[in-house]
């Protein structure tokens, strides 16, 4: 059965950081690509950042891009995002993915077909 549990959320001062994690389990994690989506009350699930199984590619939202690395550890089984210079709109519950297709856009959320339970990331002026 796989499972993603996130975990790193918290409340945070804009202009701080946050380094958010995903543990997966019951898959062999270095064959899929891994995703990081986010959804603010009232919005619908956008996609923020994304990374190839090998780690050669990595993918962001124009609203993160600069701010948020992406990163995997295969040997732990473990994705991260690290959020820095955080702002009061990134405010979200964030949620990892597995992405299925081994090839395609990175940003629908139709690509991936396992989700964490998220993980909340308040961001205060």
């Known amino acids: 059965q796989v499972q993603l549990v996130e975990s790193g959320g918290g409340w945070m001062q804009a202009g701080g950081s946050l380094r958010l994690s995903c543990a997966a389990s019951g898959l062999t994690f270095s064959n899929y690509a891994m995703g990081w989506f986010r959804q603010a009350p009232g919005k619908e699930r956008e996609f923020v950042a994304g990374i190839s199984l090998s780690r050669d590619n990595t993918y962001y939202a124009d609203s993160v891009k600069g701010r948020f690395t992406i990163s995997r550890d295969n040997a732990k089984n473990t994705v991260y995002l690290q959020m820095n210079s955080l702002k009061p709109e990134d405010t979200a519950v964030y949620y990892c993915?597995?992405?299925?297709?081994?090839?395609?856009?990175?940003?629908?959320?139709?690509?991936?077909?396992?989700w964490g339970q998220g993980t909340q990331v308040t961001v205060s002026s």
């Open positions: 993915a597995r992405k299925f297709r081994p090839y395609g856009n990175y940003a629908g959320t139709y690509q991936y077909d396992y």
